[in-house]
C-alpha cells in the first residue's frame, strides 16, 4: 500500500515487476510456514523481496519528483536505507534488544518518508495556488478593463443589490459617478418608470436574485437621472454566481435607447396617423404604380389595397384629365416642393369624387427622388365635415382642461365648455357676461392685455384662476390667437397644475431639508453662511453639536437604530432653539445653530436648554443614554470671520468630547450590560460562576495576578456583543440555518467593537473577538488553530461551556456533571484545548473528592 500510494504521488504507475514481488512476497509466506521451514528461511525471502521494492521505490521517487526541494532527497534516501534496513532484520531477531531497536527504526522511516511526501505536496500546492493567484489577478483586470470600455453602461452588485462596480458610460447615463455610486444600492441610482403611466418598474435585479434567472427589462422603460432628466432604456441582468452555484451577485447591463425609441415613437405615430386618417394617403413610383394604400383611401375611392397596389394611378383619373395629372406631377418634381390643387377623381363605381389633393415629391437620405406622395380629402362630402365638428366637439366636452374662447381685444368670454363650467362655477349662460379680466387675480388687467397681444402668435404661461366662490388654483395657459365667424379670438386651453405645483414645493422641500430629521440640510446651511457673510447679525453665535457614540450604536444596533438616536437628537435641539434661530444637521452625527443678536448669557442659556431637555429624554425614552457634546463661538464683529468661528467652535466641542468620552462610553458599557442581563443572555450567577472556575484554572497554570484580573474581566464581558443580535435567533428553538449562524457569530465581532471603544475593555477586545476559535481551526470568526489561540480564549471556552451544560436555559435541560465531563472529553483537540480540559477535569474530580 505505501509503495502504490507513493508511485501514484509521482504520477507513476507501479512498475510490474514490483507489483510481481509483492505476489511473490504473499505466497511465499504461507507455502513457507505450511512446509515449516526454520525462521529465517521463512523471513528472509519475504524481507529481499521487501528491501528490492523500497529501494527501487526510493530511486524512482528521487527521478520523478522535478521540484527542487531537499524534501524529495531526503524521501527517497530514506526509502533506499528503509529497504537495506529490511535485508537486515533477519539477522538482528535473535537478538531481542536489536530487534527492538529495528521495529524503532523502521518507525522512523515511515515517519520520515511521510513527512517528506507531506513537505513536497505543500511545495507544490504553494506554487498552484500561486500561479492561480497571478491568473486570477489577471483576468479579474482584462474583464475589468473590458467592463470599462464596453459601449453599454454596466453595473455589478453584490447579493444583496449594493453596488461595487460602475463602468464610464453607466455612470454618464445614471449622472452618479464612482464614488458617488460604489455602495449605494441600485434602487438608489437605477430609477426606472413606465414611459406611459410614470409608475415605477421593479429593478430586474430583484428578479435575478429572487429567482436566479436572466431578466431583461419590459418594453418602453425610461431610467430618470440624476439631474431629473429622463432616458428611455433597454437592458437586462444576470445573477454571477460562484464555483459552487451561489448566487453573490448581478451584472446589469443597459443602452440608451432614447433617438432609437423617438424614431420608433414617430413612425409609430406617423404609421397611426396615416392608417387611421380619414384622408386617402398612398404613394407612386415615378412610373405613377400605386405603391401603398391606407384606409382613408380604400373609404374614399372603394379600392381595397390588395385591389389597387400596383396599378396605374390613371385608374383614378378620368380620361380627360390625364394630361392635368401629368403636368402637376411634373411640376411638383421640377419644383421639389408639395403641390395643392382641387379636382376630381373616380369612384370603384365610377362616380366621380370632388376631392382637395395634395402631391409632394419622396425623396432618399441623398435628395434623390424615390416617388410621389399623394393626399386626398374629399369636398363634396358636407356629412364628413358635420362628423368633424362633432368630433371636434365632443373632444372639447370631454376634457378635463379649462377652454375659453375670448374675443380681441376686450377679453370678452364668447362661448366656454364644459369642464370650464364644473371647475370655475358659473353656469354656461353666466360666461357670456363676464370678462377674461374677471377670472385673473394675480396678473392684472395690463399685464392681462399684453399676452392676449403675445397670444395672437401664441404664448403658453402660467397663472392663477378665481371660481365664482372666490378660491382660487393655479394653471398652466396655452393660448393662441384665429378668426371665428368673422371675428378674431383668442382660443384659451387652461390646465390645473394644483397637484403639479404641490409636488414642484415638495422637490423643493426635500432639496433645502434633511430628509430624516425635517432639518436644514448642508446645502441649505452653506447659503446661510453666505448670508451672514453678506449681512451679518452682529453679535450672533454658532453652537455646534455633535452626537456622541452614534458609530458605536450602528455597529451595535443597525443604522435604523441610529436614525431614532439622530432623531431624538434632533427633537430635543429643536425644543431648546428659539423661533429666529437656524439649526441644521450638516452631518451624520453633527448639528449646527446659528443665533442671531446673541451675546454670551443668550449662548449659554440655550446650551443649558439642550441639555435639560437631553437629560428629561433620558429618563423617559431610550434604553442606552443620548449624549451630546457642544461647542460654541461668538463673532461680534468683522473681525472674526465665521469659518474661524466654526473652527473655534469645533475645537471647543473635540475638548468637550474628550473630557466626556471615557465616562460617557464606561455609562454605555454598562447599559449595555443591564441589557444583557433584562434578556437573560449572561446572568450574574452565570458570570461569578465562569469566573470562579476560570479563576482556578488559571491559578492551576500559575498564570499573574494580572492575568487573573484580565480572565475576570473576559468571562463578564464576553458575551457583550450579543446586544446586537435579535431575540428571535438568540432564544430560537432547534437547529439554525446558515444565514441564521452567520448572523450569529457576529456577536464576537460587535462584542469587539464595543469593548475598543470603552477604555475598560480594550485591552480584552481580541479576546473577546477570538473567544469562540476551536483549537482544530474550524472556530470563527479567524479560523485560529491550537496555541493560536490566546490561552485566556482557551481557559473562557472550557469554563463558560461547562457552566452552560450544567445549568438549565429555556430551550433545552441541563446535563448532569458526568455528562457534561464526557462532552468536554469527546471535544477535547477539536473544539478545546486537550491539555486544558484534562487539568479542568482533574480540578473539578479534586473538588468533588473534597466535597
Known amino acids: 500500500m505505501i509503495v502504490h500510494g507513493t508511485y501514484i504521488f509521482v504520477n507513476k504507475q507501479t512498475p510490474k515487476q514490483l507489483k510481481l514481488l509483492v505476489a511473490l512476497n504473499f505466497l511465499w509466506l504461507p507455502v513457507a510456514f505450511l512446509v515449516k521451514m526454520p525462521f529465517y528461511i521463512q523471513v528472509f525471502p519475504a524481507l529481499l523481496f521487501t528491501s528490492i521494492i523500497y529501494i527501487a521505490t526510493g530511486i524512482a521517487f528521487i527521478m520523478s519528483i522535478d521540484t527542487p526541494s531537499v524534501a524529495k532527497y531526503i524521501t527517497g534516501i530514506t526509502f533506499i536505507l528503509w529497504g537495506i534496513h529490511k535485508i537486515n532484520y533477519p539477522f538482528l531477531r535473535p537478538i531481542p534488544d536489536a530487534a527492538n531497536w529495528a521495529f524503532f527504526i523502521t518507525s522512523i522511516f515511515e515517519i520520515i518518508a511521510a513527512l517528506g511526501i507531506l513537505m513536497i505536496y505543500f511545495e507544490r500546492a504553494k506554487q498552484i495556488e500561486q500561479v492561480s493567484k497571478e491568473e486570477l489577478k489577471q483576468e479579474h483586470e482584462r474583464f475589468k478593463v473590458t467592463l470599462k470600455s464596453i459601449g453599454d453602461g454596466v453595473i455589478t452588485t453584490d447579493a444583496k443589490g449594493f453596488i461595487d462596480f460602475i463602468n464610464p458610460v453607466a455612470q454618464e447615463l445614471t449622472g452618479y459617478n464612482e464614488l458617488e455610486a460604489v455602495g449605494r444600492h441600485i434602487r438608489d441610482i437605477f430609477n426606472i418608470v413606465n414611459e406611459y403611466t410614470g409608475e415605477a418598474v421593479e429593478v430586474p435585479i430583484d428578479t435575478v436574485l429572487r429567482k436566479g434567472i436572466v431578466k431583461g427589462l419590459a418594453n418602453h422603460t425610461v431610467l430618470i437621472r440624476k439631474d431629473g432628466s429622463k432616458a428611455s432604456i433597454a437592458d437586462s441582468a444576470a445573477p454571477i454566481k460562484n464555483i459552487d452555484g451561489q448566487i453573490v451577485g448581478v451584472v446589469l447591463v443597459f443602452q440608451d435607447i432614447t433617438v432609437h425609441r423617438e424614431i420608433e415613437k414617430s413612425r409609430e405615430q406617423l404609421a397611426f396617423i396615416v392608417e387611421s386618417s380619414r384622408e386617402a394617403i398612398f404613394s407612386l413610383d415615378l412610373d405613377y404604380r400605386i405603391t401603398s394604400w391606407n384606409k382613408g383611401a380604400e373609404s374614399i375611392y372603394g379600392y381595397k389595397a390588395e385591389e389597387i397596389l400596383g396599378k396605374s394611378a390613371y385608374i383614378l383619373v378620368p380620361r380627360e384629365l390625364y394630361r392635368e395629372l401629368d403636368e402637376h406631377i411634373a411640376q411638383a418634381l421640377s419644383e421639389r416642393t408639395p403641390l395643392h390643387y382641387e379636382t376630381v377623381r373616380l369612384h370603384k363605381n365610377g362616380c366621380r369624387i370632388n376631392l382637395l389633393i395634395s402631391i409632394s415629391p419622396i425623396f432618399d437620405d441623398y435628395d434623390n427622388v424615390l416617388g410621389i406622395s399623394v393626399i386626398a380629402h374629399d369636398i363634396s362630402d358636407r356629412l364628413r365635415s ?52 374677471d377670472l385673473t387675480c394675480d396678473i392684472g388687467k395690463e399685464n392681462t392685455e399684453i399676452l392676449m397681444e403675445k397670444a395672437l402668435k401664441g404664448v403658453r404661461f402660467e397663472s392663477v384662476l378665481r371660481r365664482k366662490d372666490g378660491s382660487t388654483f393655479p394653471v398652466e395657459v396655452s393660448a393662441t390667437g384665429g378668426m371665428l365667424q368673422g371675428q378674431q379670438v383668442i382660443l384659451g386651453i387652461c390646465r390645473d397644475v394644483t397637484e403639479r405645483k404641490h409636488f414642484e414645493d415638495q422637490l423643493r422641500y426635500m432639496s433645502r431639508h434633511d430628509y430624516l430629521t425635517g432639518l436644514y440640510n448642508r446645502l441649505t446651511f452653506e447659503e446661510k453662511l453666505i448670508q451672514l457673510k453678506n449681512n451679518p447679525p452682529y453679535p450672533f453665535a454658532v453652537v455646534m453639536c455633535d452626537l456622541d457614540g452614534l458609530k458605536m450604536i450602528n455597529e451595535t444596533f443597525g443604522h435604523e437604530t441610529g436614525d431614532i438616536f439622530i432623531k431624538a437628537a434632533a427633537s430635543n435641539l429643536k425644543r431648546a432653539v428659539r423661533p429666529q434661530d437656524f439649526l441644521a444637521r450638516t452631518a451624520g452625527d453633527e448639528f449646527v445653530i446659528i443665533i442671531p443678536n446673541a451675546d454670551k448669557a443668550i449662548v449659554e442659556e440655550i446650551i443649558g436648554r439642550i441639555r435639560y431637555c437631553v437629560q428629561n429624554f433620558n429618563d423617559c425614552q431610550l434604553p442606552i443614554p443620548l449624549n451630546i457634546s457642544i461647542g460654541y463661538a461668538i463673532v461680534e464683529n468683522e473681525d472674526f470671520d465665521i469659518k474661524e468661528a466654526l473652527k473655534t467652535a469645533e475645537n471647543n466641542i473635540y475638548r468637550e468630547k474628550v473630557h466626556h468620552s471615557i465616562s460617557r462610553k464606561s455609562s454605555i458599557i454598562k447599559t449595555l450590560m443591564k441589557m444583557l442581563e433584562a434578556r437573560d443572555i449572561i446572568t450574574q450567577d452565570h458570570s461569578q460562576r465562569t469566573e470562579k472556575m476560570a479563576v482556578k484554572l488559571a491559578n492551576r497554570l500559575n498564570m499573574s495576578q494580572r492575568q487573573i484580573e484580565d480572565i475576570k474581566l473576559l468571562a463578564m464581558f464576553h458575551d457583550i456583543g450579543k446586544v446586537g443580535i435579535p431575540d428571535s435567533l438568540l432564544f430560537k428553538k432547534g437547529r439554525l440555518t446558515r444565514e441564521e449562524r452567520l448572523e450569529m457569530q457576529r456577536h464576537t465581532e460587535i462584542g469587539h467593537r464595543i469593548a475598543v471603544s470603552s477604555p475598560e475593555l480594550a485591552h480584552i ?69 486537550p491539555h486544558l480540559v484534562e487539568l479542568f477535569i482533574k480540578i473539578l474530580e479534586e473538588e468533588a473528592e473534597t466535597a
Not at 791 to 802: F, H, K, M, P, T
Request: hydrophobic share 40%; glycine share 6%; with cysteine.
Open 386 to 437: 358635420q362628423e368633424m365638428l362633432k368630433r371636434y366637439k365632443m373632444l372639447s366636452e370631454s376634457t378635463t382642461d379649462i377652454i375659453l374662447f375670448v374675443r380681441y381685444p376686450d377679453g370678452k368670454i364668447i362661448e366656454a365648455n364644459r369642464a370650464a363650467v364644473e371647475v370655475l362655477g358659473y353656469k354656461l349662460d353666466e360666461f357670456i357676461n363676464l370678462n377674461i379680466f
Open 765 to 833: 477586545s481580541d479576546w473577546i473577538l477570538l473567544h469562540h476559535e476551536w483549537w482544530d481551526g474550524n472556530g470563527y470568526p479567524l479560523g485560529l488553530k491550537g496555541e493560536e489561540i490566546p490561552i485566556e480564549c482557551r481557559i473562557l471556552a472550557i469554563v463558560d461551556s461547562y457552566d452552560a451544560m450544567i445549568q438549565d436555559r429555556p430551550y433545552r435541560k441541563a446535563m448532569s456533571h458526568e455528562e457534561a465531563v464526557a462532552e468536554l472529553k469527546r471535544c477535547a483537540g477539536t473544539q478545546f484545548d
